[in-house]
């Protein structure tokens, strides 16, 4: 069974720094593309990025809003997905979900963490 | 404002059919076979029930369908029952990007 756990949400001030992190399990993390997705309160899914698997050379792609801010990146040998995020802002406030992604679709996901960008 | 434009809300009764609309441009949805829907129930992640347009995850009953034509997607969900009264997104993919739609609310009267 495939699992995706998010963690590293919270609360930070405007401007501030975050790393969120997503562990995998029951899939070969090393040959998995995967994505995030935030979900601000009330509103739609908003793609954030993603990655390609190691042996697909691992680049990444963001959403255009976001790339100047927000990095993607991985560590086959801890399956964990990672996301680092600067320079937040309060529309960033959102929970962000850790997604496997193949072209264009999600199929599977975490439950998801909350991160709140307030003074 | 979304990429791809979906109806806000839509309802049926148990049993019924309902087909909700998502439309995009020729540079994501008319583009690629890649569109994929989401039902999403209140306070939980989003599951996929549809992708590569038409194709259903294993376990996803085939009162789940959908289409394409042009710029424009379609889910259909046939024999209405009251657990799929939920938020519905599509998404495409887009080249380097993904798009969704801004969802719609199923309401099962």
Known sequence: EVQLVESGGGLVQPGGSLRLSCAASGLTFSNTWLSWVRQAPGKGLEWVGRIYSTPDGGATDYAAPLKDRFTISRDDSKSTLYLQMNSLKTEDTAVYYCTTYIYGYMAYWGQGTLVTVSS | QSA?????????????????????????????????????????????????????????????????????????????????????????????KVVFGGGTKLTVL
């Open chain 2, 4 to 96: 791809l434009t979906q109806p806000p809300s839509a309802s049926g009764s148990p049993g019924q059919s309902v087909t909700i609309s998502c439309t995009g441009t020729s540079s994501d949805v008319g583009g690629y076979n890649y569109v994929s829907w989401y039902q999403q129930h209140p306070g939980k992640a989003p599951k996929l029930i549809i992708y590569e347009v038409s194709k259903r995850p294993s376990g996803v009953p085939d009162r789940f369908s959908g289409s394409k034509s042009g710029n424009t997607a379609s889910l259909t969900v046939s024999g209405l029952q009251a657990e799929d009264e939920a938020d519905y997104y599509c998404s495409s993919y887009a080249g380097n």
